[in-house]
């Protein structure tokens, strides 16, 4: 079975240029996760998508941040403008979701942004 | 309020040893109890889980010990490889398939 795609794997930008994100996730699955994650902390859920629909955008900071899941598959996040603060590492993660407490989530590799 | 702890950020361990990465929550409603691992690189990956009416659950060479009389979690590794070098999480299932990372517990195999 494929994991979660993810791509670009790198990426260095200086701040105030945008960048975007893309997440593939696994097959039929139907909730989809954004996490930041910086240097020395755990994963920071950023939104979730159950299909289509986002399920909780609470810790997203929209002012800069957006994602969309149009089709209820892939996914793109993208930052505009960037800020230093916003380097860190960018999961994305699926689950099947059939259980409504707790599914595995299966996460991918990751993009690593570099804000200069 | 949820919140995870863990009791040590790094642990050093010799290979073959066996290690023991502890937990404490905050939160007494979860459903299950779960254990992620990131290797360096690599996004976190599921090595177990235990629901909360259990106290022992085992894996291949790994034990979960939920203890909810104290909000107490720990993964046990036996016979410590250096591919289980990596940083341990114990995050929070926190409601509808959400999970609350804390900050992990890096484990350091050395030969």
């Known amino acids: 079975e494929a994991g979660v795609a993810q791509s670009p794997r790198y990426k260095i930008i200086e701040k105030r240029q945008s960048v975007a994100f893309w997440c593939n996730p696994i097959s039929g699955h139907a909730t989809l996760y954004w996490y930041q994650q910086i240097l020395g902390q755990g994963p920071k859920l950023l939104i979730q998508f159950q299909n289509n629909g986002v399920v909780d955008d609470s810790q997203l900071p929209k002012d800069r941040f957006s994602a969309e899941r149009l089709k209820g598959v892939d996914s793109t996040l993208k930052i505009q403008p960037a800020k230093l603060e916003d380097s860190a590492v960018y999961l994305c993660?699926?689950?099947?979701?059939?259980?409504?407490?707790?599914?595995?989530?299966?996460f991918g590799p990751g993009t690593r942004l570099t804000v200069l | 309020g949820e919140s995870v702890g863990l009791h040590l950020p790094t642990l050093s361990v010799q290979e073959g040893d066996n290690s023991i990465i502890n937990c404490a929550y905050s939160?007494?409603?979860?459903?299950?109890f779960i254990w992620y691992k990131q290797e360096s690189g690599k996004g976190p990956q599921f090595i177990i889980d235990?629901?909360?009416?259990?106290d022992k659950r085992q894996g291949q060479r790994v034990t979960v010990l939920l203890n909810k009389t104290v909000k107490h979690l720990s993964l046990q590794i036996a016979a410590t490889q250096p591919g289980d070098s990596a940083v341990y999480f114990c995050?929070?299932?926190?409601?509808?398939?959400?999970?609350?990372f804390g900050a992990g517990t890096r484990l350091a195999v050395h030969p």
């Open positions: 995050p929070l299932s926190g409601g509808y398939n959400k999970l609350i």
């Open positions: 939160n007494s409603a979860s459903d299950y």
């Open positions: 993660a699926s689950t099947d979701g059939r259980s409504w407490s707790y599914n595995e989530q299966f």
């Open positions: 235990i629901r909360s009416n259990m």
